[in-house]
């Protein structure tokens, strides 16, 4: 399997729950599922944050001007609904569905009509960040479907494609600090020849010489691998016991 990593970064005042979600920084929308078909689109997403955040969010996705994934800046005439699953203090569960029509295509649809069945989606927004993760058959080109994403949008949003590659750095999206065990070995490489050492030790093509892989990979394994670490400190320490106060 290959996998397609790719950004959109949406401008302010152009997109509603990427401005709520900017403004509200500790607020992450991550997919728990999305499935697609030629006409349709549904997915689940769980969305974390504060009280006041998910409120907005709640109140923008009801709004008759949204439209989950449509790539289109108008009214394109869609057939859609989004529910609320469940709902605690702190996290929001949604569930959304809407019919393509000639005027309004999403990722997926694009990704279907492209690569065919048996696709994987993951996606992460945070801020006006929205990232996409496709998983799909190891003879799969992306160069076409690149240039259809870049026909859709318009001045309004940038996309930024990271990285193509296999699939075996897929990270499971669950909210636990699990490496894959090539992101474990690159990272525990990365300590051993002081990579993480001040001044650094070795540089990345180096250590990616040692490790008998290209460096654009090394360095999206120790990428993917910091901020799963990161993720997992910031969520497991509160940051109001252990910052310094101003007169430490």
Same mark, same amino acid.
């Given at each position: 399997m290959?996998?397609?990593?790719f950004?959109l970064?949406?401008s302010p005042?152009n997109?509603?729950?990427?401005?709520?979600l900017?403004?509200?920084?500790?607020?992450?929308i991550?997919?728990?599922?999305c499935h697609v078909?030629?006409?349709?689109?549904?997915?689940?997403?769980?969305?974390?944050?504060?009280?006041s955040?998910?409120?907005e969010?709640?109140?923008t996705v009801?709004?008759?001007?949204y439209?989950t994934d449509?790539?289109a800046?108008r009214?394109c005439?869609a057939d859609?609904? %989004?529910?609320?699953l469940?709902? +605690?203090?702190?996290a929001l569960?949604l569930?959304?569905?809407?019919?393509r @029509?000639? $005027?309004?295509?999403s990722?997926?649809h694009?990704?279907?009509?492209?690569?065919g069945d048996?696709?994987?989606?993951?996606?992460?927004?945070?801020?006006?960040?929205?990232?996409?993760?496709?998983?799909a058959p190891?003879?799969?080109?992306y160069h076409?479907f690149?240039?259809a994403?870049e026909?859709?949008?318009d001045d309004?949003?940038?996309v930024?494609?990271?990285r193509v590659g296999?699939?075996?750095?897929a990270?499971?999206d669950?909210?636990?600090?699990s490496?894959t065990p090539?992101?474990?070995a690159?990272?525990?490489?990365?300590?051993?020849?002081?990579y993480?050492? %001040?001044?650094r030790?070795?540089e +990345?093509?180096?250590?990616?010489?040692k490790?008998?892989?290209?460096?654009? @990979?090394? $360095?999206?394994?120790?990428r993917?691998?910091?901020a799963?670490?990161?993720?997992?400190y910031?969520?497991d320490h509160?940051s109001s016991?252990h910052l310094?106060?101003?007169?430490a």
């Open positions: 290959r996998e397609l990593v950004d970064e949406y005042d997109n509603a729950v990427a401005d709520i900017t403004a509200n920084p500790e607020t992450k991550r997919s728990l599922s078909t030629p006409d349709n689109l549904w997915r689940v997403d769980h969305v974390t944050g504060g009280q955040a998910l409120d969010l709640t109140d009801a709004d008759a001007e439209y449509c790539l800046r009214d005439e859609w609904e %989004t529910q609320v469940d709902r +605690t203090d702190d569960v569930y959304s569905y809407w019919s @029509t000639p $005027s309004c295509t990722i997926p694009l990704a279907l009509d492209h690569f048996g696709l994987i989606f993951q996606t992460t927004w945070v801020g006006h960040r929205y990232e996409w993760r496709i998983i190891d003879n799969t080109t076409a690149r240039s994403i026909a859709e949008i309004t949003t940038g930024s494609f990271v296999d699939a075996d750095d990270t499971p669950d909210g636990e600090a490496l090539q992101q474990d690159a990272v525990r490489a990365a300590i051993e020849h002081g993480y050492q %001040t001044p030790g070795i +990345t093509y180096e250590l990616a010489e490790l008998g892989i290209p460096g654009s @990979t090394l $360095s999206y394994r120790l993917r691998a910091e799963q670490l990161a993720d997992a910031a969520t509160s016991t310094s106060s101003p007169d």
